[in-house]
């Protein structure tokens, strides 16, 4: 089972939206879909669920397009858009057994519904009236509408929005636990939440493709400056003013001391200077206790490939 988007462009009168998107997602993958505002996310999460069409190109759920037989595809999709689509006057039980036979669902209903509500931890106020939850709770109403009829694809556009820490904590569990028989596409403003939940990655910039790959390999490549924490058995001084003078050397940032008479340093550099930084030590009293590669958080990594630099990488010597 896959997600096929091929070539697809999308115009506005003369504003070209979209240009030329392809890219595929296999069974039980997570995706992060991440852009800037204005980059083209939406339009493409809502060609992808058929809410609007592409001027070119095609969208194929699970073999089916979109276009050519949305019945058939839409029911292979489950929908959180931004804002859940919520009847604010019925019960949650109520909402869900609408939303149920508006699919056509063939599973036990009383059964199907119990075990949605216990998944996204909503048992509680399922006889409640929906316009009297929470913003948290109506999320994750919103949440279960998508689950309804066990879809195998779930497309997730901001679905920890108006969530406490520990339900936001909640949700990222049972995102990660649905991911094991499920294919998701998750768009978020939180990049700390994509990159602890999302197997790839997808930025999409000014309508194009800017960046297609898994979490790990974003994180670890692409940014000119070589990052390394330091710890060091000796005295701050000492240690930072050799740290400072090592040739390649760009920067170093001081952390303080992290145990009895050891400090901890960040050192960033243009190259890689753990050699260098290893022979200047040894010739001291100063004792190295750790030297550990540091990755890019998700929020590095995004802006430089929004402003372009990205994969400008410096001397590797």
């Known amino acids: 089972m896959k997600i096929e988007v091929q070539n697809i462009t999308k115009y506005y009168g003369k504003h070209k939206a979209l240009d030329n998107i392809s890219f595929s997602l296999g069974s039980g ?5 991440l852009g800037p505002n204005g980059a083209g996310k939406s339009t493409t999460m809502n060609i992808i669920t058929g809410y609007i069409s592409s001027d070119a190109g095609s969208v194929k759920i699970d073999g089916i397009d979109i276009l050519d037989n949305p019945k058939d595809a839409k029911k292979k999709i489950g929908y ?9 006057d019925m019960t949650v039980r109520k909402y869900l057994e609408f939303i149920f036979d508006l699919k056509k669902v063939r599973l036990p209903k009383k059964e199907h519904i119990n075990e ?63 991911g094991k028989k499920h294919t998701i596409i998750l768009s978020s403003h939180v990049l700390s939440e994509v990159q602890s939940v999302c197997d790839k990655i997808i930025i999409i910039n000014n309508g194009k493709i800017a960046a297609d790959d898994f979490t790990n390999k974003l994180t670890r490549s692409g940014k000119s400056t070589n990052r390394i924490k330091l710890t060091v058995e000796g005295r701050e001084k000492t240690v930072y003013g050799i740290l400072k003078n090592i040739d390649g050397v760009s920067n170093v940032r001081n952390n303080g001391e992290s145990e009895n ?26 004792a190295i206790l750790a030297m550990i590669p540091m990755e890019l958080s998700l929020e590095e990594t995004f802006l430089d490939i929004i402003s372009g630099k990205y994969n400008e990488k410096g001397d590797d010597n």
Request: some cysteine.
């Open 29 to 33: 993958e997570i995706l992060g879909f």
């Open 80 to 88: 959180l858009p931004e804002v859940p689509p919520l009847y604010n």
């Open 116 to 178: 949605i509500c216990s998944m996204v931890k909503i048992t509680d106020v399922k006889d409640r009236i929906i316009k009297h939850l929470s913003k948290g709770y109506r999320q994750r109403v919103g949440f279960a509408q998508a689950l309804v009829g066990d879809p195998p694809f779930l497309i997730l556009d901001e679905p920890t929005a108006g969530l406490d820490p520990l339900q936001i904590i909640e949700i990222r569990k049972l995102i990660k636990e649905l």
């Open 261 to 286: 008479g050891c400090c901890e340093f960040v050192i960033e550099s243009k190259k890689d200077v753990r050699r260098p930084v290893y022979r200047a030590l040894s010739k001291t009293d100063c």
